[in-house]
């Protein structure tokens, strides 16, 4: 109940508090001598007496009440209705009721006689104490703490009170609003979502500016309006009054102080959030410009149009070309790591100001400087090949010239002439001022070339060397044919000039690139590489067999059985999981299909694409290897695998041969890689590029098969999500900068570190814990987080600020993940995988619904015809 709310009734003054206390310290509530009192509704009576009895208990905890009831001017009859009111109705702790009885002859008569009669019953329900006099009440109560009309010292105006109460509660009821004001207000700041433009965010905090100041404003008025208020009661002085006399105060000074108090506390609490929330905002937009000037950078840009350049080039203005355009692009870079370094600097100043987003800005920061370092790297790197590379060429150019001219000379010399001894000595003489003159280029050391120059160009390394050879071969053999003529003075066997002497003799190299033995030698080396193919793979046969009939049948063995430890015993399968099935289908099918190819090359390709689903086997087998190898570690030194080695006379142990099928399968692709360098030209090409792809795909599949089996705490079978087509790390953010953003998200940017699953039906989200154990027991394990279906998966290519970053979101954006791969190529990789899946499932999509309206069409053919 608030005075406001009474103030009618309150002002009819039939009891006050004036602010008087017993000797007990019980509050003293009056009810004047009023005639009318018993004409007041009861529930009026309530109301006035239950806020009276508030007001101290406010400040008190059990509160007592002392009833001072004035009737000298009234009835018996009138007192005893006054008494039965009090008795049923008033609601706080009655300590004492003091009754001024009438003062008239005959009324006080009726009251000591009904009294008399009566005071049992009132007793029983209130203490009462009949006066007859003011000065029998100044025997009870300090003459102090009553109000003139009894003959005390107290000053109390009712109307003056009704007015400050009604103040006083008013005033708390604006710091009460106050209080909720500044609450939604810290609410507002911390839920609304921000915009993701900076005018906007900018706009945003000028108007919250304002709101803090016009907030302000009001406390300022609501403290001078409580200062006000309080300088309107007396202040008790400390020095001058005692504890007691304190406490006997209305309590109207210590509630106005308290609520200053407490309006002083919102208000110094309110301007620290403020504070913190400005600080929060401002450095929400220094990140925001910031990373502004992070995706403004182009480096990430010109790292990949530099990587266009080639670091090498198959002629000397080629070469000259590609230097200059690299000179070019080093000019941008340079430009654009000199802002990168003003972007790090800025970093680095938001990071030493303590800014909220530390983690992201030193990341952001690294980025670009290691983007800078590999820019800067990468562009000096190609350049020292490609001057490298032009010095080659130079060398190349001169050399093959000098090879040419020494060819022409040769070629040219008149072999009739030379059959005198002066002829032979002239052209003797001829080739050895050749030689002096060019051994600068033909004597080159092949080796020092090949050490030189490995890294570019080794193709034209092996051309030149060629060409070298053959003609110092060519003039070291016409040396000893003219060194044998002067010798012996006879007429030398005719020499066979390296070109014909009657056709044009016009300068032309023997031994170009595209020259028929080098084709002879392609031939040689791509029927090499098949050749070897064939023979390993009757090796790697040939091993399976002793290995399956040398371990895996002694284990049958019942003579052996007693040198085999029991945890091995019954465990083949495990130890050697599918290698029979992996041996027969090699030895009774595949190497017979590729002996085929002895005489037929182009066919190398299609043994392996007619096959490739039978290569699947090798999952099965490499999802066993740890299993396998475990058992290994465990039974390796029993004396049954020592003597089934000494029986095969293998140097090497059965662990070794275990690793086969795994080194097999590596050696596939490989061999085929080497053979697609010698085949450019021929037949078959094609089919050998796809049974490359295929092979390589394979070791994809099992290397991510392996890494499923090591998933831990998913509820439920992996099988069921379909086969695993694309695993690897990368780092994860939930919804960075994507869709609204809450001040109390801004801390959220420090990405996590998952390991990927991508499956046909899911992607599966785990950690990467990290590998245990020593030597062959150390193991890596991914604890599962969560999935996404999907049928529910969306994504979004490219995300601003890096070319790493894709976004992946479910169930129409209710969840959202940033996810940076290690490449840009790996992100496409994965892209292209997700959108195949999405592309699949729109087509059965599509299919399903055709298959719908074909059934709805096909049902309603018989109603339609019926009806014709």
């Not at 508090?17 to 529930?43: C, H, M, Q, Y």
């Not at 002879?520 to 399956?548: D, K, P, W």
């Amino acid at each position: 109940i608030c005075a406001k709310d009474i103030s009618d009734d309150l002002m009819k003054e039939f009891a006050f508090l004036s602010g008087g206390r017993g000797k007990d310290k019980a509050w003293i509530i009056t009810l004047p001598d009023n005639a009318r009192f018993n004409e007041v509704p009861e529930e009026v009576v309530s109301k006035v007496l239950t806020y009276l009895t508030s007001v101290p208990s406010q400040h008190e905890s059990d509160t007592k009440f002392i009833l001072i009831l004035d009737r000298r001017l009234d009835t018996w009859t009138s007192v005893k209705t006054t008494l039965q009111k009090i008795a049923a109705s008033f609601p706080g702790n009655l300590h004492l009721v003091m009754v001024l009885r009438p003062t008239g002859f005959f009324q006080r008569t009726f009251t000591d006689i009904g009294f008399r009669f009566s005071q049992e019953d009132f007793l029983l329900k209130l203490p009462v104490v009949m006066l007859s006099s003011v000065s029998d009440l100044l025997t009870y109560i300090d003459e102090q703490q009553l109000t003139p009309e009894f003959g005390g010292t107290l000053e109390y105006c009712h109307s003056e009170w009704v007015i400050f109460r009604t103040a006083i509660e008013s005033f708390a009821l604006t710091v009460k609003e106050i209080a909720q004001m500044l609450q939604s207000f810290g609410t507002e700041l911390a839920e609304t979502e921000l915009p993701d433009d900076m005018y906007s965010i900018e706009r945003i905090l000028a108007l919250r500016t304002e709101k803090y100041y016009q907030l302000k404003e009001d406390i300022t008025a609501v403290t001078k309006e409580g200062n006000l208020l309080l300088s309107s009661f007396e202040e008790p002085d400390s020095e001058e009054c005692s504890q007691d006399q304190h406490h006997e105060r209305p309590g109207d000074w210590e509630t106005v102080n308290r609520l200053l108090g407490q309006l002083h506390e919102m208000e110094t609490a309110f301007d620290g959030f403020w504070e913190k929330h400005q600080l929060k905002m401002e450095q929400y937009l220094q990140l925001w410009k910031f990373e502004q000037s992070f995706q403004e950078n182009a480096i990430e840009f010109l790292m990949g149009q530099q990587a266009e350049v080639p670091d090498t080039g198959d002629s000397v203005p080629q070469v000259k070309q590609r230097l200059k355009d690299l000179g070019h692009f080093d000019g941008m870079a340079q430009d654009l790591i000199g802002k990168a370094q003003v972007v790090i600097l800025h970093g680095h100043q938001l990071a030493a100001n303590h800014h909220y987003a530390l983690n992201l800005i030193c990341q952001q920061c690294n980025e670009l400087r290691h983007h800078s370092d590999v820019l800067s790297d990468e562009i000096k790197r190609k350049q020292m090949r490609l001057q490298k590379t032009l010095d080659l060429h130079t060398r190349l150019q001169q050399a093959l010239q000098c090879c040419d001219e020494g060819a022409y000379l040769l070629a040219n010399q008149q072999m009739d002439k030379c059959q005198s001894k002066e002829g032979a000595q002239k052209a003797l003489q001829d080739i050895e001022k050749f030689l002096e003159n060019s051994s600068a280029y033909l004597n080159y050391d092949p080796q020092a070339l090949h050490y030189d120059f490995e890294s570019v160009l080794t193709s034209e390394l092996k051309v030149m060397q060629v060409k070298l050879e053959n003609v110092r071969s060519m003039f070291e053999n016409r040396q000893s044919c003219f060194k044998k003529l002067l010798d012996k003075h006879v007429r030398p066997v005719q020499l066979v000039a390296p070109r014909p002497e009657n056709p044009p003799r016009s300068k032309s190299p023997l031994f170009s690139p595209k020259h028929k033995n080098n084709t002879l030698f392609f031939f040689l080396y791509f029927s090499h590489v098949i050749n070897e193919l064939i023979e390993t793979e009757r090796v790697y046969v040939e091993e399976l067999f002793t290995v399956l009939t040398g371990y895996r049948a002694e284990m049958d063995n019942p003579a052996m059985f007693i040198l085999m430890p029991p945890m091995l015993r019954n465990r083949k399968d495990v130890l050697f999981g599918n290698m029979p099935e992996i041996y027969d289908f090699h030895n009774k099918i595949f190497l017979h299909s590729l002996e085929s190819c002895l005489g037929a090359p182009e066919r190398v390709g299609f043994c392996f694409l007619d096959r490739r689903e039978d290569f699947q086997m090798y999952e099965k087998y490499c999802q066993n290897k740890p299993r396998s190898e475990s058992l290994w570690r465990q039974c390796s030194e029993s004396t049954f695998f020592q003597e089934c080695q000494r029986k095969l006379e293998h140097k090497l142990g059965l662990d070794s041969y275990l690793l086969k099928p795994v080194q097999r399968l590596t050696k596939y692709q490989l061999l085929l890689k080497e053979l697609l360098k010698y085949s450019t030209s021929c037949d078959g090409v094609q089919e050998l590029q796809e049974a490359l792809v295929a092979m390589l795909d394979l070791l994809k599949s099992v290397n991510d098969s392996m890494h499923q089996i090591s998933i831990t705490g998913y509820d439920g079978d992996l099988s069921e999500l379909g086969k695993v087509l694309m695993q690897g790390s990368f780092s994860v953010w939930t919804g960075h900068r994507k869709g609204p953003t809450k001040m109390k998200d801004l801390a959220r940017f420090k990405p996590m570190q998952r390991h990927l699953f991508l499956y046909e039906k899911a992607l599966v989200f785990c950690k990467k814990r990290e590998e245990h154990g020593d030597g062959y027991d150390k193991t890596s394990s991914y604890s599962f987080k969560h999935f996404l279906k999907m049928n529910a998966v969306g994504i979004t290519e490219n995300v601003k600020g890096d070319h790493r970053k894709f976004e992946i979101w479910y169930s129409g954006r209710e969840e959202v993940y940033v996810v940076q791969a290690q490449t840009v190529d790996l992100k496409m990789a994965w892209l292209n995988e997700i959108r195949k899946i999405l592309f699949k499932q729109q087509e059965v999509i599509k299919g399903t619904f055709d298959q719908f309206l074909h059934g709805i069409h096909s049902a309603a053919e018989p109603f339609l015809f019926s009806h014709c």
